[in-house]
């Protein structure tokens, strides 16, 4: 048997982006269909769509109708079309009227700390676009975080004491400065081996076809 050919991926994302969600989903897939042809290494990268919210958030129609400039139908049109893709994923996809739309930076220090906590990172994140995507849950709480640490496999009272000190800040806009001074202006963007990128919420059969491409580049 052949070989895995090793491939670092950069997800770059956001815990309230809802085609982030989508790609971690499709890419996913995309790499069991890949079997064991490829090694990936999944590092989780951050970015935030809305770093000016207060804690409290906004109500996410309001939000992005005054983002984006539409009206109530289209951003309801557009959320069918989210609905329809996440559920072909098998993601259950909820947000709607009612629904608000968080601060995300406490959620992204604590995801950094994860992946240094043998690797727990994906295991969170998708434990938190489930809660924000699916439950409606309120990503910007410290409680809802430290239960979702809890339920990834890490240790809540060390994810409390992350959360409560500000721990990784500095680490985690780093980050956001280094993929946005490197072009990275939307999400989700998958970078891979450092130099090819996979932008949106691509389908899994492009994800697979690409990740193929570049690991036969890299076995060459």
């Known amino acids: 048997m052949a070989t895995p050919i090793p491939l670092r991926i950069d997800f770059v994302s956001d815990v309230s982006c809802p085609w982030c969600a989508i790609g971690l989903s499709a890419l996913e897939h995309a790499l ?12 989780l990268q951050p970015f935030e769509l809305n770093p000016q919210l207060s804690v409290e958030g906004e109500d996410a129609t ?3 109708m005054g983002k984006y400039g539409i009206g109530e139908a289209q951003v309801e049109a557009n ?4 609905r329809e893709r996440a559920a ?32 727990r990172h994906l295991a969170l994140k998708k434990a938190l676009l489930r809660a924000y995507f699916t ?9 809802v975080l430290v239960r979702l640490a809890g339920e990834a496999g890490l240790d809540r009272e060390e ?7 500000g721990t990784y800040a500095r680490e985690v806009r780093a980050q956001e400065r280094f993929f946005q001074q490197r072009g990275i202006h939307s999400v989700p963007a998958t ?6 990128l996979i ?14 491409d570049i690991a036969g580049v890299a076995a060459a």
């Open 32 to 43: 069991e269909r890949l079997g064991g042809t490829v090694q990936a290494q999944i590092h």
């Open 62 to 64: 309001e939000h992005l």
């Open 79 to 82: 959320r069918a079309v989210i």
């Open 88 to 119: 072909a994923l098998g993601f259950a996809f909820n947000i709607g009227v009612g629904s608000r739309v968080y601060n995300t930076f406490d959620a992204h220090r604590l995801l950094h700390w994860a992946e240094l906590q043998g690797g």
């Open 135 to 143: 439950d409606g849950e309120d990503v910007a709480s410290h409680e």
């Open 159 to 165: 994810a409390r004491r992350v959360l409560e000190s």
């Open 191 to 196: 970078i891979v081996n450092g130099t090819h």
């Open 199 to 212: 932008p949106g919420g691509q389908p899994p059969e492009v994800f697979e076809q690409a990740l193929r």
